[in-house]
T-cell receptor
């Protein structure tokens, strides 16, 4: 069964540094999402992306965050200047239609030192 | 804001027993979904129920939705040790490109062999 893959599985970064989290959605999917889960807390929506533009974003997704689909397969989340509170598990998801289930990757654990 | 809140927070049962998990939410939804998360892994979609549906089955899973009470339940019949995981309900208020999931905190299910 097709999978959403995310790399790296674990990223350790100094505060203030830029990070790029990478995702390869399922190939025929058109809708892409990023979520995050701070340890012990709920999974939170960050952003949705369709047709090469952001469809929806949450209050968390401020100017430090950006998303990009640089080619036909990758979907990236960039955090420009990381803060300690950005430490979390970041999940990428994709779906073929917005009404259909979202398929999640295994996540990237981001640790900010 | 809409919230999915599950109860109980933790459930421990014997293999072969049924597990019932409940979810409540606050605002109107387009659909409600249940996901499973094994430790250290991503979210796996289990079942989706639309706001105009009342009950849905998938294998050993049965989900109900009561929009008047803003609640849903997930029943896992004849549980197995492999069902041990965290279970999340997630609501989606939208049907279009701005679809996004709002997750509850999850229920930790332990199935004793």
């Amino acid at each position: 069964e097709p999978e959403v893959t995310q790399t790296p599985s674990h990223q350790v970064t100094q505060m203030g540094q830029e990070v790029i989290l990478r995702c390869v959605p399922i190939s025929n999917h058109l809708y892409f999402y990023w979520y995050r889960q701070i340890l012990g807390q709920k999974v939170e929506f960050l952003v949705s992306f369709y047709n090469n533009e952001i469809s929806e974003k949450s209050e968390i997704f401020d100017d430090q965050f950006s998303v990009e689909r640089p080619d036909g397969s990758n979907f990236t989340l960039k955090i420009r200047s990381t803060k300690l509170e950005d430490s979390a598990m970041y999940f990428c998801a994709s779906s073929d239609l917005p009404i259909k289930p979202q398929h999640f990757g295994d996540g990237t654990r981001l640790s900010i030192l | 804001s809409q919230q999915g809140e599950e109860d109980p927070q933790a459930l421990s049962i014997q293999e072969g027993e049924n597990a019932t998990m409940n979810c409540s939410y606050k605002t109107s939804i387009n659909n409600l979904q249940w996901y499973r998360q094994n430790s250290g892994r991503g979210l796996v979609h289990l079942i989706l129920i639309r706001s105009n549906e009342r009950e849905k089955h998938s294998g050993r899973l049965r989900v109900t939705l009561d929009t008047s009470k803003k609640s849903s339940s997930l029943l896992i019949t004849a549980s197995r040790a492999a069902d041990t995981a965290s279970y999340f309900c997630a609501t989606d208020a939208f049907a279009g490109a701005n679809s996004k999931l709002t997750f509850g905190k999850g229920i930790t299910l332990s199935v004793r062999p």
